[in-house]
């Protein structure tokens, strides 16, 4: 075989790959978004620190009995305020229980397309937090950082993943 024709048919080989989104040129960087602080009125972030509007509110919190286990004992109870927040693209925050120096005791994810429309626009509910030592909560804190984007890194999808993360969840024992 010719070296001419070597290499044109190598050549439409790499073009039939590069067409097909088969490429090894992929250039994938993944980067994580700093936490940002926690609040019981916080104005939520993306991933690359930008404040598009809307906000997240810790209303109030209390310790009680959860109606469908009241055998565990205390649960932390809170209610929600979701402002700016659309019903099917918006945001989801981290809600902690901590203690009197801020450490997370339990946490949990809390998505504003699971509250209750209100007439004035915000989206409202209530959720509950399992802790250990439910006599050491001292509150409830929202962390601004918005948990609705993509997670999928380049090791996972070099195509199509890959950039800006929010930072990983918080959990158990975090300084917020």
Same mark, same amino acid.
């Given at each position: ?15 039939i790959l590069a067409l097909s989104g088969c ?17 019981? @009125? =916080? ?9 598009? *509007? !809307?906000?997240? %509110?810790?209303?109030?919190? $209390? ?38 120096? @801020? =450490? ?9 397309? *699971? !509250?209750?429309? %209100?007439?004035?626009?915000? $989206? ?44 990983e969840p918080a959990g158990r024992g975090d300084?917020?």
């Amino acid at each position: 075989m010719s070296p001419l024709r070597l290499f044109a048919g190598a050549s439409s080989i790499l073009v039939i790959l590069a067409l097909s989104g088969c490429s090894f040129l992929w250039s994938c960087t993944d980067t994580t978004a700093e936490r940002g602080e926690a609040g019981v @009125r =916080v104005q939520i972030e993306d991933t690359h620190g930008q404040r598009p *509007g !809307a906000t997240a %509110e810790v209303v109030d919190w $209390r310790l009680e009995l959860h109606p469908q286990v009241p055998s565990e004992g205390d649960k932390v109870h809170f209610h929600y305020r979701f402002d700016g927040a659309d019903k099917y693209s918006g945001p989801a925050v981290d809600a902690c229980a901590v203690d009197k120096k @801020r =450490v997370a005791l339990g946490c949990q994810m809390v998505y504003s397309s *699971g !509250a209750r429309p %209100e007439p004035d626009g915000a $989206r409202t509910g209530d959720d509950w937090l399992d802790v250990e030592h439910p006599e050491q909560v001292a509150g409830v804190l929202f962390i601004p950082n918005d948990q609705s984007y993509d997670r999928r890194t380049c090791e996972e999808d070099i195509k199509d993943g890959g950039g800006m993360h929010p930072p990983e969840p918080a959990g158990r024992g975090d300084q917020l």
